[in-house]
Antibody, heavy 121, light 108 residues
Framework: QVQLVESGGGVVQPGRSLRLSCAVSGFTLRNYGMHWVRQAPGKGLEWVAG????????NYADSVRGRFTISRDNAKNTLWLQMNSLRVEDTAVYYCARDEAVAANGNVDYWGQGTLVTVSS | EIVLTQSPGTLSLSPGESATLSCRAS???????LAWYQQNPGQAPRLLIY???SRATGIPDRFSGSGSGTDFTLTISRLEPEDFAVYYC?????????FGQGTTVEIK
């Protein structure tokens, strides 16, 4: 069955960096676009970034553009989110999610369980 | 970006009753590319409806979606105990994809 497992979350000081990973199984990663979506404590869902099936194109929310980088390695069945210059307002549970479309502009059908990132001094 | 406004914020109902959730977009949602997700506390969102009205795999037929343009509706007939949760709409027809703020369906 389709599985997405995030890791790498934790507590980090403002201005520091963190790298999240998402290991996938149960499907062929190279056939799908992928996303990161976050949810601040007690709040709603916010799309963060998306990447094409082959990694050739990425899109970002304005709130993270220039600070976060989404990438993937299809051979390793892994998606990453490199987060630099972290801010208190980046505190959230980060979910990786699968897009049915290769260009990451379609329906998001499966989600991981999320990893919590807390930015605090 | 397209702003999605969900109403009501909270719906208090009893098991067996029907729920009607609304999602209104600030602009036309291209090609009806609207999805509905269910989220229980501490869990990841689960896809219910995509393309405004298509049920995702394994979703019971008591969940139905309708609408087009800027107005969309999720209907849950005969609420079961496991249906009491938070529901989000999401549009993916225009970048960036955006979510509504959520509707909580709680037990009355």
């Amino acid at each position: 069955q389709v599985q997405l497992v995030e890791s790498g979350g934790g507590v980090v000081q403002p201005g520091r960096s963190l790298r999240l990973s998402c290991a996938v199984s149960g499907f062929t990663l190279r056939n799908y676009g992928m996303h990161w979506v976050r949810q601040a404590p007690g709040k709603g869902l916010e799309w963060v970034a998306g990447i094409w099936y082959d990694g050739s194109n990425q899109n970002y929310a304005d709130s993270v553009r220039g600070r976060f980088t989404i990438s993937r390695d299809n051979a390793k069945n892994t998606l990453w989110l490199q987060m630099n210059s972290l801010r208190v307002e980046d505190t959230a549970v980060y979910y990786c999610a699968r897009d049915e479309a290769v260009a990451a502009n379609g329906n998001v059908d499966y989600w991981g369980q999320g990893t919590l990132v807390t930015v605090s001094s | 970006e397209i702003v999605l406004t969900q109403s009501p914020g909270t719906l208090s109902l009893s098991p067996g009753e029907s729920a009607t959730l609304s999602c209104r977009a600030s602009q036309n949602v291209a090609a009806g590319y609207l999805a509905w997700y269910q989220q229980n506390p501490g869990q990841a969102p689960r896809l219910l409806i995509y393309g405004a009205s298509s049920r995702a795999t394994g979703i019971p037929d008591r969940f139905s979606g309708s609408g087009s343009g800027t107005d969309f509706t999720l209907t849950i007939s005969r609420l079961e105990p496991e249906d009491f949760a938070v529901y989000y709409c999401q549009q993916y027809g225009t970048s960036p994809r955006t979510f509504g703020q959520g509707t909580t369906v709680e037990i009355k």
